[in-house]
């Protein structure tokens, strides 16, 4: 079964401090891809990166940065220089087949909750 | 660019009340999806449809009814409202590859009394 765990429920960190967000997934599927979503207060869910299960390459982007290893089924994301508007809760989330065929969907951690005080 | 449209964005219920939650995406997606958001559940699909004309039951599919009216919209009834049904639900669709992200609406949230 596919299965992605967020083990910090919540994290509190002072304005220009870096943090890393942990997921783990599980899956025996050989191909799969990755994403992480971030869901300010306003509510809506943002998609901001995807990875799949071939290219091991870390990401950065600006102040974030995603380290993706299969190796310990990780796929974390680092913010450097936190700031108050990234407070938001990010989702972790793993694209797959279902062994049976059918169409594939998105299995989403339960999230984790980052507040960037000042 | 709208993007995925869901209406009402709050609603009131009385438990045994129905309601069907709509939605509508103009980025012409194959797949659509209805999850509900918990505190600490996280994110929970509901039910899915990878094309139109077909459905498939989710995670949590007790209570809710679903149709995909064509391919741009993707409908969520529940036929008789309960307290345990109070919650966020968002609709979301994608092209239908693996490698494709979700697009969300903004959510509805309900409350059932």
């Known amino acids: 079964a596919q299965k992605v765990t967020q083990a910090q429920t919540e994290i509190s960190v002072v304005e220009k401090e870096d943090v890393t967000l942990d997921c783990v997934y599980e899956?025996?599927?050989?191909?799969?891809?990755l994403f992480w979503y971030k869901q300010p207060p306003s509510g809506e869910l943002v998609f901001l990166i995807r990875?799949?299960?071939?290219?091991?390459q870390n990401e950065i982007s600006g102040r974030y940065s995603w380290n993706f290893q299969k190796s310990t089924s990780s796929f974390n994301f680092t913010i450097t220089a936190s700031q108050v508007v990234d407070s938001a809760v990010y989702f972790c989330?793993?694209?797959?087949?279902?062994?049976?065929?059918?169409?594939?969907?998105?299995?989403f951690g339960k999230g984790t909750k980052l507040t960037v005080n000042p | 660019n709208a993007g995925v449209t869901q209406t009402p964005k709050f609603q009131v219920l009385k438990t045994g009340q129905s309601m069907t939650l709509q939605c509508a995406q103009d980025m012409n997606h194959n797949s659509m999806y209805w999850y509900r958001q918990d505190p600490g559940m996280g994110l929970r699909l509901i039910y899915y449809?990878?094309?139109?004309?077909?459905?498939d039951k989710g995670e949590v599919p007790n209570g809710y009814n679903v149709s995909r009216l064509n391919k741009r919209e993707f409908s969520l009834r529940l036929e008789s409202a309960a307290p345990s049904q109070t919650s966020v639900y968002f609709c979301a669709s994608r092209e239908g590859a693996l490698s494709s992200p979700l697009h969300f609406g903004n959510g509805t949230r309900l409350t059932v009394t």
């Open positions: 899956t025996r599927d050989t191909t799969y891809y």
């Open positions: 449809s990878a094309s139109e004309g077909t459905t």
């Open positions: 989330a793993l694209s797959v087949t279902p062994p049976q065929g059918g169409s594939e969907k998105l299995v």
């Open positions: 990875r799949n299960s071939f290219d091991e």
